[in-house]
């Protein structure tokens, strides 16, 4: 498995969906913002389950509400900050007509609003200067990337790959209590027996918890990844052996209460993000329920996930291209959940060592040297 290798698919083996990165590094950045932009007319689900959440719009992807699609999904650094980005997704998607016509029954599409939520992960400060953050500037170019990647796609090809790693929104990400550098990882699977059907991941890893086994330093996602495909291989008792005292959580220290808002140390906040995409024909009940199900998938790969210091936080596209029977809908919902272990196994496989003013971190491979 060399690095870079590209082991299960990609989100973007999902006709119709593309992926576009913008990344800030140096000079006080590391941090970043990706964009997924699906098919007009996408059905659009979320399932919020971290304690810390940074979200926008997520609301309005309740099975309940007025508007079932999404014209892009956000996911960015720059904790709360970051979500302004999302503004400059939306000025590009009005400006090319994407999005609910709220005009007068005369002319709906005299008023267009873009239905673009948003998710952020907590890297404030990680590149040294805590002020560095994404916004709509950083927003638009991310979607522009995406956008030049659905141009250069050929009609009917399979995805074209993404950029994996330290890219994005996964530019500044850490894991195992911010000792392990994160990233972005993607991976797809296609459903037996379902010609076409595919289910594809993108995630953003940034957890507090640990991808690996403590003792052994085995990724906890190797054992769930599915029959015929590449398993990542244990490490040596050597790398195990470097990897156990980074994979163990930290005691808690005495005089954390009385640390400074300003320390680094102090908010072990974090946020793992996901979008789900399918070219299944699902409906908004049936989209939020593979949110919900994509979740194991993600503590499969995590532990601990979910937490009050998490933001994890599951979006799921539809594209709707391949009917699904009734009795076949569990069964993508699961796939969901096997494609999302996959995708944060490569995002940590693809993560690489980061030094900044404020952190210097090895990748779970570094460990393995």
């Known amino acids: 498995m060399a690095a870079g290798e590209l082991l299960w698919g990609s989100i973007t083996d999902v006709p119709g969906v593309r992926v576009g990165h913008a990344t800030r590094v140096g000079g006080g950045w590391l941090t970043g913002v990706t964009v997924v932009l699906p098919p007009p007319g996408t059905i659009g689900a979320v399932d919020v389950r971290g304690g810390g959440p940074a979200t926008h719009e997520t609301d309005a992807l309740d099975p309940t509400t007025l508007v079932p699609t999404v014209d892009a999904v956000v996911l960015t650094g720059g904790s709360a900050y970051g979500l302004a980005s999302a503004g400059g997704v939306q000025a590009w998607c009005e400006e090319r007509g994407l999005g609910f016509g709220a005009g007068p029954p005369e002319d709906r599409r005299a008023v267009i609003v873009p239905i673009v939520p948003a998710a952020a992960v907590f890297d404030l400060g990680r590149g040294g200067d805590p002020h560095a953050r994404p916004d709509a500037a950083l927003g638009r170019q991310a979607v522009e990337a995406a956008a030049a990647e659905e141009a250069g796609a050929t009609e009917g090809a399979r995805g074209r790959p993404i950029e994996r790693g330290c890219v994005g929104a996964g530019a500044g990400t850490l894991v195992s209590y ?68 980074l994979l163990v959580p930290p005691a808690p220290e005495p005089d954390q209460a009385r640390r400074g808002p300003g320390s680094l140390e102090v908010p072990r906040a974090n ?99």
């Open 271 to 369: 946020t793992t993000l996901a979008v789900l995409a399918t070219n299944a024909v699902l409906d908004p009940a049936q989209a939020r329920r593979a949110a919900t199900a994509a979740h194991a998938g993600l503590a499969r790969a995590l532990d601990p996930a979910g937490t009050l210091v998490d933001g994890d936080t599951v979006f799921v596209l539809a594209t709707g291209e391949v009917p699904v029977p009734p009795e076949a809908v569990p069964a993508v919902q699961a796939l969901a959940a096997s494609a999302l272990t996959l995708a944060i196994l490569d995002g940590v496989l693809s993560a690489t060592a980061t030094t900044t003013p404020a952190i210097d971190v090895p990748a779970y491979r570094d460990l393995l040297l």
């Open 178 to 245: 911010r000792r392990i550098k994160g990233g972005v990882g993607t991976a797809s699977l296609r459903l037996p027996g379902a010609e076409g059907l595919v289910v594809g991941a993108l995630a953003v890893v940034n957890a507090v918890g640990s991808p690996a086994d403590p003792v052994t330093g085995v990724l906890h996602g190797a054992a769930f990844v599915p029959p015929g495909l590449p398993r990542p291989p244990p490490p040596s008792p050597d790398a195990a052996a470097r990897l156990a005292e």
